[in-house]
């Protein structure tokens, strides 16, 4: 009985998060213009779903799952009875990815022709290769949350001027990477320059493609300075 009840529990608990998540979806697509202001399609859909919440506190599960169902159909026949061009947009990311594919093919495209130059041009004591590969992290990193944005229909249009900055975030904090490595290779070894470039072009990549584990590694070489800056003299 105890498991049969725990099953149950589980299957409400489900219920009520997929309810959850075809709210935030509807949302975020009259966010982005799917429906007119005041459309009836809109609030027919809010209704049914308002319906399978009244049906799952009435504890009328297999009566929530209908609705649900019925929202879930009528949400998705909006989205195909609407414009290619809002689908492109919104339901593919499409532009998005045309935008990271073009500045992709530029970076690699620029690496092959112009390697040597990047290899010794520096700006603000950084190679320029760091901020490129950087950028290409940031790139990758967009392509990765575009990827989730779209499969959970969660792609909103404020999110748009996030991808557009996001290879500049990532050349950013490729450089800042580069300079945090540099700094640990100095004190380590004593020498100042760094003889093989791959694997710091690695850690510039991964800094643009995972802007948490780039921010975390400056936080800490933060919180080192503060502790050293304390002790006493």
Not at 31 to 47: P, R, T
Not at 79 to 96: A, D, E, V
Not at 183 to 212: D, H, K, N, P, R
């Amino acid at each position: 009985m105890t498991h049969l009840a725990q099953t149950k529990d589980q299957d409400v608990k489900n219920l009520e998060h997929m309810l959850d998540c075809l709210q935030e979806q509807l949302f975020f697509a009259n966010e982005n213009g799917l429906f007119k202001n005041g459309s009836e399609i809109y609030k027919d859909i809010i209704e049914t779903i308002d319906k399978s919440l009244q049906s799952l506190s009435n504890n009328q599960k297999n009566e929530a799952r209908k609705h649900y169902s019925l929202a879930n159909l009528k949400f998705n026949n909006a989205i195909n009875s609407t414009s290619f061009w809002w689908r492109f947009k919104y339901s593919y990311g499409g532009p998005i990815i045309l935008y990271l594919l073009s500045l992709l093919f530029f970076i690699f495209l620029a690496w092959i022709l112009f390697s040597p130059v990047l290899m010794n041009y520096q700006i603000l004591w950084v190679p320029a290769w760091a901020y490129l590969w950087g950028s290409a992290g940031g790139i990758l990193q967009g392509f990765w949350r575009l990827w989730q944005h779209v499969c959970y229909e969660g792609l909103r249009k404020v999110y748009f001027i996030w991808y557009i900055i996001l290879p500049l975030a990532g050349a950013i904090l490729g450089a800042l990477t580069y300079l945090v490595f540099l700094a640990g290779f100095i004190v380590a070894t004593g020498g100042t320059q760094i003889t093989s470039e791959s694997f710091v072009i690695l850690i510039c990549a991964l800094a643009g493609f995972s802007s948490e584990w780039a921010v975390q590694i400056l936080n800490n070489l933060t919180n080192m300075i503060q502790v050293g800056s304390k002790r006493p003299t």
